[in-house]
């Protein structure tokens, strides 16, 4: 069984300019979920897909877009992006059905 | 406003000390879930309860779901320093959107366990 994979694990970009995270899921999850986790706190949810589609939605702009594929992989997009976008980016695969959400290792954005 | 409270914030034990983690909140959840996250890790699930009340133990771990399922503890007995990491607590809203729902995560307390 594979686990969650991201990439890439660090990436740095300056202040206005957009970013793509990536994110395979889980075999035989169907359903990803992102997070934002800035130092020192617990991480935030930015939004769900499931089905190639947006399924739930946290309190994040319009900026932070994603992709879900038709294997469940998903890409999360991050337009104009601001100082206070540096966070430890998670990926988190499930089953629609389940309750339990598995994550990857991250992807650690600085935004200079 | 936090919605899921987690107590204490940092922890500094001797090893073979016991502790206890404390995730508290007004909301009720239809689940909740317990991680460890090392630093520049991903959260790695360490269990989930479900009914209020309920007792769950992972070798020298305990948790328990309140009997409203509106808080949950975490009680490590003898620790190690293995243990050492971030604790983190997750409650689940139930269904959002059709979906089982996002998780709502606790700041998390930091535990150091020295030998």
């Known amino acids: 069984e594979t686990g969650v994979t991201q990439s890439p694990t660090h990436l740095i970009k300056t202040r206005g300019q957009q970013v793509t995270l990536r994110c395979s899921s889980q075999?035989?999850?169907?359903?990803v979920s992102w997070y934002q986790q800035a130092l020192g706190q617990g991480p935030q949810f930015i939004f769900q897909?499931?089905?190639?589609?947006?399924?739930g939605r946290g309190n994040f702009p319009p900026r932070f877009s994603g992709l879900q594929f038709p294997n469940y992989s998903s890409e999360l997009n991050v337009n104009a992006l601001e100082l206070d976008d540096s966070a430890l980016y998670l990926c988190?695969?499930?089953?629609?059905?389940?309750?339990?959400?598995?994550f990857g290792p991250g992807t650690r954005l600085t935004v200079l | 406003t936090q919605l899921l409270e987690q107590s204490p914030q940092f922890l500094s034990i001797q090893e073979g000390e016991n502790l206890t983690v404390y995730c508290n909140s007004s909301?009720?959840?239809?689940?909740l879930q317990w991680y460890r996250q090392e630093p520049g890790e991903g959260p790695v699930l360490l269990v989930t309860?479900?009914?209020?009340?309920e007792v769950k133990k992972l070798k020298r771990l305990t948790f328990q779901f309140g009997d409203a399922r509106k808080d949950s503890s975490l009680h490590i007995t003898a620790a190690q320093p293995g243990d050492t990491g971030l604790y983190l607590c997750?409650?689940?809203?139930?269904?959002?959107?059709?979906?089982?729902?996002?998780?709502?995560f606790g700041k998390g307390t930091k535990l150091s366990v020295k030998p």
């Open positions: 988190a695969s499930s089953l629609i059905q389940g309750t339990e959400q598995f």
């Open positions: 075999s035989g999850h169907n359903t």
């Open positions: 897909y499931y089905r190639e589609e947006e399924n």
């Open positions: 909301s009720v959840f239809s689940s």
């Open positions: 309860v479900v009914t209020g009340g």
């Open positions: 997750a409650g689940n809203r139930g269904n959002y959107g059709g979906s089982q729902g996002n998780l709502i």
